[in-house]
Nanobody, 120 residues
Framework: QVQLVESGGGLVQPGGSLRLSCAAS??????IGWFRQAPGKEREGVLC???SGLNSVKGRFAISRDNTKNTVYLQMNSLKPEDTAVYYC????????????????????WGQGTQVTVSS
């Protein structure tokens, strides 16, 4: 059993930044994905990172990990109202060290989610 705990969500004005954290015991062994789900929409992948920790950037978002702290981060910059959603992190226990998946069905454990609201 892997218990993932997200934190760092909240209310931010358009153009602002937030850094979300995902922590779990033993997290350093797993590929981790960040997903989000807005009201009335399907869950979508944001970014993922392999257990070997190759950081990734996609537009305004960046994912990184600190395996000494068993934590993965999602840095979100220049936030827009359409980024409003519940953000989830998930762990893939069966991924090779160099890979990660953007598909939610590949992930075995999920956190409870953290709300991000972008509004003035």
């Amino acid at each position: 059993q892997v218990q993932l705990v997200e934190s760092g969500g909240g209310l931010v004005q358009p153009g602002g930044s937030l850094r979300l954290s995902c922590a779990a015991s033993g997290l350093r062994k797993y590929a981790i994905g960040w997903f989000r789900q807005a009201p009335g929409k399907e869950r979508e992948g944001v970014l993922c990172i392999s257990s070997s920790g190759l950081n990734s950037v996609k537009g305004r978002f960046a994912i990184s990990r600190d395996n000494t702290k068993n934590t993965v981060y999602l840095q979100m910059n220049s936030l827009k109202p359409e980024d409003t959603a519940v953000y989830y992190c998930a762990a893939d226990l069966n991924r090779a060290a160099a890979g990660c998946s953007s598909q939610s069905y590949e992930y075995d454990y999920w956190g409870q989610g953290t709300q991000v609201t972008v509004s003035s």
